[in-house]
């Protein structure tokens, strides 16, 4: 059996993840925005595609489910990033909007990804950043 070391793949996953949060939330900090959690990305994500969707939808298009996406959308209105509304299709459903907030939120998040980006390139290079692209997006 091998022995649990920091050159752990989970450990090296959960670090690397980690320390991007950290950098994300310092910057949206310093930015104004300083109650926009990292996570809150899998919320605001999908909305920013395409705002007025349905949690269950939101949960899906961010692989989580949807009493988790339920909760972090309560964190979200509270924070006032989105809101909900009555979806005219169905009375029974709501669908979930971004705030005007969010809206000026949304370049400030743009940048700050594209920076993070921008360093990654310079430390790992275009070719290493493409290949772990690929590697994360077939283990997400």
């Not at 752990?8 to 950290?22: M, P």
Request: charge should be positive.
């Amino acid at each position: 059996m091998a022995r649990a070391t920091r050159d752990d793949l989970g450990y090296l996953l959960a670090k690397a993840s980690q320390r991007w949060n950290e950098r994300l939330q310092s910057a949206f900090r310093a930015a104004g925005f300083p109650e926009v959690r990292a996570s809150y990305g899998s919320v605001l994500i999908p909305l920013l595609e395409e705002d007025g969707l349905r949690i269950g939808e939101i949960a899906r298009r961010a692989g989580l489910s949807k009493q988790t996406m339920t909760t972090m959308v309560r964190l979200c209105e509270r924070d006032g990033l989105v809101e909900r509304h009555a979806d005219p299709g169905d009375g029974r459903a709501t669908v979930i909007h971004l705030t005007g907030k969010a809206r000026r939120f949304e370049p400030v998040a743009e940048h700050v990804l594209a920076r993070l980006e921008r360093d990654t390139r310079a430390e790992l290079g275009e070719a290493r950043v493409a290949e772990l692209r690929d590697a994360l997006q077939a283990l997400a």
